[in-house]
């Protein structure tokens, strides 16, 4: 699993079904993982399921699940389900969320967002290392009076976190199996998240933490037009800031600007530089963005640097 994608159909009549299509056509080139977000519609763990179960051998993820309105309790069952369906190949990614979504959406106070991680990986590790939880945190509860193992997922699931600041990055290093860190910059991962969350898990005697970069990219011969668009895109993220903290920790003053936007050779040498910050996995995000025809000619060029 060192490159991946993301995979996002644009207007399909059917969600599943297109995502099931796209899959089967980045497997087919050479990708090792397919990845999913969470918005407020498709449920990501079952999609991924779904995806996983129809397409063999692909490794799926999501990214990422925000711990506020969720359980422990229900993301572990969501999880095992896919890890079982897929008989080992489903990762699981977590966030914080962002206060617009879980004060305006769920109408949950955005309170305490790494203690809350904290408290929910603890209870979701215990769910899915042993089928069962007897946890008592200041925010959350999880027990378990009946069983809460998923038969076939005993090789378990691993927990990812979508971790750029600082405690999010020492809570991902003590208690979680990686992280997923979206539009930072070879800079920022280098100077500031590789070597914060493999000291935490180090000082909590855990492996070496997975640092799987999600990077927003395309093949295309068509710069600025996609670059134009790209900005539309991402202009949304600057207003969030543990994400303007971390495009600035980049070294750039847009979203846009930490995208991989540009020929084969371009992409190429910016998913090396992403290798050479820390990365153990890169996934390219948005390469839809320019259309069918670029979207193939970016995953043709991802699987023969997967291969």
């Given amino acids: 699993m060192t490159v991946g994608v993301a995979l996002n159909p644009l207007n399909p009549a059917n969600q599943i079904d297109a995502s099931v299509e796209l899959a089967r056509e980045a497997a087919a080139a ?5 990845w999913f977000g969470q918005p407020l519609g498709v449920d ?3 999609l991924a399921a779904l995806v996983g179960r129809e397409v063999p051998g ?5 990214s990422a699940i925000p711990v506020f309105g969720r359980h422990p309790l229900a993301v572990s069952s969501q999880a095992q389900t896919a890890q079982a369906a897929t008989h ?5 990614g977590l966030a914080l969320g962002t206060k ?8 949950i106070p955005f309170e305490r967002p790494v203690a809350r991680l904290r408290e929910f990986i603890t209870a979701l590790r215990q769910l899915i290392e042993t089928g069962s939880a007897d946890f008592r945190g200041e925010l959350l509860t999880a027990n378990t009076p009946i069983p809460a193992r998923v038969p076939g997922a005993e090789s378990g699931v691993p927990i990812l976190v979508a971790a750029m600041g600082p405690k999010a990055l020492r809570a991902s290093g003590e208690l979680a199996d990686g992280i997923l860190p ?4 070879p800079r920022a991962l280098a100077e500031h998240i590789v070597p ?3 000291a935490a898990a180090e000082a909590a005697g855990r492996p070496a933490p997975r640092i799987v970069a999600m990077v927003h990219g395309v093949v295309t011969d068509d710069v600025e037009a996609v670059r134009a668009t790209v900005t539309e895109n991402l202009a949304f993220y600057e207003q969030i800031p543990s994400y303007a903290r971390v495009i600035e920790l980049s070294g750039a003053q847009r979203a846009v600007d930490v995208a991989v936007i540009g020929d084969e050779e371009t992409v190429a040498a910016e998913v090396q530089r992403y290798r050479d910050a820390g990365a153990s996995e890169v996934v390219l995000v948005g390469t839809e963005v320019a259309g069918d ?3 193939r000619r970016t995953w043709k060029l991802l699987g023969e640097l997967a291969g």
């Fill in 88 to 92: 080992g190949r489903y990762h699981l």
């Fill in 100 to 107: 617009l979504l879980v004060e305006g959406g769920f109408g």
């Fill in 182 to 185: 979206y539009l930072a910059g």
């Fill in 44 to 46: 990501s763990p079952q």
């Fill in 30 to 34: 050479g990708l090792r993982s397919a």
């Fill in 58 to 62: 692909l490794h799926v993820g999501t």
């Fill in 196 to 198: 914060a969350v493999t």
């Fill in 293 to 295: 025809a670029d979207r």
